[in-house]
């Protein structure tokens, strides 16, 4: 009796350790890399979703790595165990401009991911100096177009730099629209929209959330932005694809695991994170960044990110631009 006793004992003791052991399993945290810096609105909004899925799915700890216009972050992620434990952002940058920006890429954007949701678009917006615009009077896209076609070489346009989103954007609409404009590259957002806001140059492509202060305040005329439909931020204001058809050159960002990753593993963090992205106080905290959260299956993430790779080679290839 006292054998069978210890015998119970014993395996009763080992049921406990290895629940224990499953338990602690299960628990371990989630690493999301985020590719950037902490403070700006891609670190803000993966800090917003990782508490709301903490309770679907433990805890997820935020782990900024910047650098290499975003390279180094989505490399990790690249090559991290397809477990589960470690996802991270993919956004326009890492996934659709860089591979053709940079001479050499440490990871392969169309195939080292397993996309699992888009998380967000932020439209940018075609705006003027107010003043600017009153006086060469341009209120639509088709004005501006008019007057760089009678006007052959006399506008430019600023951008934070070659390679950013400014710069492709306005290579992208000088191609659509079949017109001439001076690309005048400053070092970074800031300075380039201060240099509209001071004369210096025509027109910017900036992001709506940099931009809005000073459309509210009157220094700068919001003429479209380059979403397909009019933002929920600025719904006053057409989209160029109302002029010049299929224009789009939004910026985005979505989460994604290393490939090979098992898809009941995907299938899970998506659920979760579609969920707290449809929470009604998810997308008024994003309606304060002026981002707008788009929650949506793998396979569509994934088809939607093929398109923008294949988009941004022809708009990179078009300007020239390369970072070695």
């Known amino acids: 009796m006292k ?24 628990q371990r945290p989630i690493r999301l890399v985020v590719p950037y810096a902490a403070g700006g609105p891609i670190d803000v909004t993966a800090r917003m979703l990782a508490e709301r899925v903490k309770d679907a799915l433990g805890p997820v700890i935020i782990d900024n790595k ?21 996802i991270g952002i993919a956004a326009t940058a890492t996934n659709a401009v860089n591979p053709w920006l940079y001479s ?28 600017t615009a009153k006086r060469l009077n341009i209120e639509t896209v088709a004005d501006l177009i008019r007057y760089a076609k009678a ?10 730099g070659n390679g950013s989103a400014g710069h492709l954007a306005g290579e992208l609409f000088k191609k659509e629209a079949g017109i001439f404009a001076l690309h005048i590259p400053y070092n970074g957002g800031n ?38 439909q009019r933002s929920a931020s600025l719904p006053e204001v057409p989209p160029v694809a109302d002029t010049l058809k299929g224009f789009s050159i939004d910026t ?21 994170f579609v969920a707290a992205l449809n929470a009604p106080e998810t997308k ?9 959260p788009v929650g949506n299956s793998p396979e569509q993430f994934s088809a939607f990110m093929k398109t923008e790779l294949a988009k941004y080679e022809k708009v990179v290839k078009a300007t020239g631009a390369k970072v070695d």
């Open 3 to 26: 054998t069978r006793h210890f015998l119970l004992t014993l395996l009763a003791g080992a049921a406990t350790l290895a629940a224990g052991h499953a338990t602690a399993q299960q």
């Open 66 to 86: 910047p650098g290499a216009g975003g390279n180094i972050g989505a490399d990790i992620v690249a090559k991290a165990p397809p477990d589960g434990l470690t």
């Open 104 to 131: 050499k890429m440490p990871f392969n954007a169309a195939t080292d991911f397993a996309p699992i949701t888009q998380m967000v678009r932020v439209p940018n917006v075609l705006v003027m100096n107010a003043e």
């Open 151 to 160: 006007n052959p070489a006399k506008l430019n346009y600023g951008s934070g």
């Open 191 to 228: 300075p380039a929209q201060l240099a509209l806001i001071s004369g210096q140059v025509d027109f910017n492509f900036d992001n709506l959330a940099t931009a809005a202060p000073n459309i509210r305040s009157g220094k700068l005329k919001a003429i479209a932005v380059t979403t397909l």
């Open 252 to 272: 985005w960002w979505g989460l994604v695991a290393p490939a090979g990753t098992p898809h009941d593993v995907v299938v899970k963090l998506n659920q979760a």
């Open 284 to 292: 008024t905290r994003f309606a304060s960044l002026l981002a707008e």
